[in-house]
């Protein structure tokens, strides 16, 4: 179990089950302010919240547009406290264990689709210190990135699988640079 989902399924399957824990559909990014106990000003920061289930299905939905892991929403379940959970399926990647993905990959990786590293003085949570990234173009904030959230093929390509994915519409950040456009998702047809 990770820290957002009870995780089902294996390679023979050919498909990882992720079920939401109950009542809670994972953590997102948003800004907030705090008052600066040295200053008396109030001070705008990132800070990870509990995401809504609309939040929780729209990073989905990032993953597998931007990212290419599909990522399929199977629907509600209850768990046996009879709180609603969400369930999701994604692929089993097969990695070689003595190989995994590192923090370093993750960087090459978040570099090679033009996102940039969040500077750590705009987070308060320090969990995702240095682990934050943010791409201009289309508004989309990433943090969680840690190695743990990727996996590297048997091919050697390194796979996002979890990644909490937030959108920031233009003009909405006081810290970010204002987004070029926000993303869309990509016309199916």
């Known amino acids: 179990m990770g820290g957002e989902h009870a995780i089902f399924g294996s390679e023979g399957l050919g498909k990882v089950v992720k079920h939401t824990l109950p009542g809670f559909y994972g953590r997102i990014m948003d800004e907030t302010k705090l008052l600066d106990p040295r200053t008396f000003q109030n001070k705008t920061r990132l800070m990870m919240r509990a995401a809504l289930p609309s939040e929780y299905l729209r990073r989905w939905a990032v993953m597998t547009d931007v990212f290419g892991m599909r990522t399929h929403y199977l629907g509600k379940v209850t768990g046996t406290d009879r709180d609603p959970q969400m369930a999701v399926e994604q692929p089993f990647i097969p990695e070689d264990e003595n190989l995994p993905a590192t923090l370093e990959d993750a960087e090459d990786f978040f570099t090679a689709h033009g996102f940039v590293r969040v500077d750590d003085a705009h987070i308060i949570n320090p969990?995702?210190?240095?682990?934050?990234?943010?791409?201009?173009?289309?508004?989309?904030?990433?943090?969680?990135?840690?190695?743990?959230?990727?996996?590297?093929?048997?091919?050697?390509?390194?796979?996002?699988?979890?990644?909490?994915?937030?959108?920031?519409?233009?003009?909405?950040?006081?810290?970010?640079?204002?987004?070029?456009?926000?993303?869309?998702?990509?016309?199916?047809?």
């Open 127 to 189: 969990e995702v210190h240095g682990v934050t990234w943010y791409r201009q173009r289309d508004g989309i904030l990433v943090t969680d990135a840690h190695a743990r959230n990727f996996r590297r093929d048997l091919d050697g390509v390194i796979i996002p699988v979890d990644l909490v994915i937030a959108l920031v519409p233009p003009g909405s950040s006081a810290l970010l640079p204002a987004a070029t456009r926000l993303w869309q998702p990509a016309d199916d047809e």
